[in-house]
């Protein structure tokens, strides 16, 4: 009964994914006209009949042209805080960071920014209700866990053992840790399938910077990578 518990949770955030992207305007101009988008992708600029995926274009391609500036600038706005008093003080928390801020981000002055097509991605980082599915599962999974023995009347009995209950309760908090696990990442698994399904992701190799939203990320990884994570 707990697994089919568990299976109709992970159906219904799929379902509460497909209803959430038919309000999304990518769902209408990436989704269910992908041929127009594909047409747009491999030049045939007039498949873009409403100037929605030109507007991604240049936004994108602004973006391209000022990731260096933005880096350029990065030591220079560390330098002007640094000359605020607030700031000044070597020792404290907040000159700290801003001088590991300023080391992160020097090691992706190599980053190459690529245009390609992000809607998959930021779809997905915007959905937000699969909290809410794995808090429910930790409902249920509690209660199924914690509270059998005590529902069956074996609470008692299982306590009475030697080394019963202390035993018993790490291998409980053991399995809860384990199950939690799976099903997070078979949740996980199935969204980012269902929204590549609806936008795809573009390349995978491509570094996460090239999407404008995750600018200010100070690791170097790529979208794949960010995808598995």
């Known amino acids: ?38 047409r747009f992708q491999n030049g045939d600029t007039s498949a873009d009949t409403d100037g929605y995926y030109t507007e991604d274009a240049t936004r994108q391609e602004n973006y391209r042209k000022s990731y260096d500036i933005f880096l350029n600038e990065m030591q220079q706005r560390a330098e002007n805080m640094k000359t605020l008093e607030v700031y000044s003080n070597k020792s404290s928390y907040v000159y700290r960071n801003i001088e590991k801020t300023c080391e992160d981000f020097s090691k992706l002055s190599s980053v190459e ?9 930021l779809e997905l980082a915007k959905y937000e209700w699969d909290i809410f599915f794995v808090i429910v599962f930790l409902i249920l999974f509690s209660y199924y866990l914690f509270y059998q023995e005590r529902n069956r009347g074996l609470f008692l009995l299982i306590k009475g053992t030697k080394n019963g209950h202390s035993s018993f309760v790490v291998m409980k908090l053991l399995v809860f840790g384990v199950f939690t696990a799976i099903y997070v990442i078979v949740q996980e698994v199935c969204a980012v399938i ?8 573009g390349d995978f190799s491509r570094s996460i910077q090239s999407i404008p939203e995750f600018r200010n990320c100070p690791f170097a990884y790529s979208v794949g990578e960010q995808l598995l994570s």
């Open 113 to 121: 920014i690529v245009s390609d097509n992000n809607f998959g991605v």
């Open 1 to 38: 009964m707990f697994f089919l518990f568990a299976f109709l949770l992970i159906v219904g955030n799929l379902l509460t994914i497909h209803m959430y992207e038919q309000n999304r305007s990518a769902y209408y101009y990436i989704y269910e006209h992908k041929d127009l988008y594909e």
């Open 194 to 201: 269902l929204m590549g399904y609806y936008y795809g992701y």
